[in-house]
């Protein structure tokens, strides 16, 4: 259910909007560029297809369906919030690479190394499970804010 205010998306049987606290009608139809399955982008595909394809190569797409999408409000989110996301999480991938690289092979910095390994493999994980994730939620037409990220995304998209 989408909120006739604000274009978010609400759980089915909600009063208020999580949004922007509007009461929800429910028989409101989604303002425009909202994510609906028959909502068009700017690049002629549908708004949940543009918005998986803003995830499908991480930032790299991200930035691409940034300049190319004019009218989609959902697209640009998900542009938007791919970029941040992906950026952040590869540049601290580089960082712990870096760590481990030039940490000395010494007996007694062995085990830094292993922890800063150790943070790799989570960090890896967390992209992975993430990029999946914000690709399903995509085609499925939500608008999952990952925490810092989306609400960094909202705000672009409103400039």
Same mark, same amino acid.
């Given at each position: 259910m989408f909120c006739s205010q604000c274009g978010a998306g609400n759980p089915e049987g909600a009063k208020f909007c999580s949004k922007c606290g509007a009461e929800l009608d429910a028989a409101a139809t989604p303002t425009e560029g909202a994510a609906t399955p028959e909502a068009e982008s700017s690049t002629g595909m549908s708004a949940n297809l543009a918005g998986f394809l803003c995830y499908?190569?991480?930032?790299i797409t991200g930035i691409v369906f940034v300049l190319l999408? #004019? #009218?989609s409000t959902f697209v640009k989110f998900h542009a938007w919030q791919s970029i941040m996301t992906f950026v952040v999480l590869t540049v601290v991938q580089i960082i712990l690479w870096t760590i481990v690289a030039i940490v000395p092979d010494s007996p007694m910095l062995w085990i830094v190394a292993d922890v800063f390994n150790v943070f790799r493999v989570i960090v890896? &994980?967390?992209?992975v499970g993430l990029w999946i994730a &914000?690709?399903?939620l995509a085609y499925q037409g939500k608008m999952w804010k990952v925490p810092w990220a989306g609400d960094w995304a909202e705000k672009q998209i409103s400039k």
């Open positions: 499908v190569a991480m930032w999408e #004019k #009218k890896w &994980l967390i992209i &914000l690709m399903i």
